[in-house]
């Protein structure tokens, strides 16, 4: 799921459950990625509607991204892994 930031400020992006947080700079984009679970009926077993890879939250200069898979990255458009705490004022 691609996220970019559109404001004039800095944008906080939080990787849930794990309180990973990544900051993009005004025109700045990362894409966050997550892996379904071949085991079970859901692929995403943390979901509250149907089959829903991701949950979304936003507020002023932070979006809270939930994942529901077995785990997750974050990377930039080209795929580079980037780390907890990415541009970090």
């Known amino acids: 799921m691609p996220i970019r930031n559109h404001s004039d400020g800095p944008l906080e992006v939080v990787l849930e459950p794990f309180g990973r947080d990544y900051w993009l700079r005004p025109g700045e984009s ?3 990625h997550t892996a379904g679970r071949s ?3 859901s692929p995403w077993p943390g979901t509250l509607r149907g089959d829903e ?3 979304v939250n936003y507020q002023p200069g932070s979006i809270q991204v939930y994942l529901n898979g077995a785990g997750g990255w974050v990377t930039d458009l080209d795929g580079a892994d980037l780390e907890c705490g990415h541009q970090r004022p």
Request: glycine share 12%; aromatic share 12%.
């Open 30 to 32: 990362l894409v966050v």
């Open 39 to 41: 085991d079970g009926e």
């Open 53 to 55: 890879p991701f949950e």
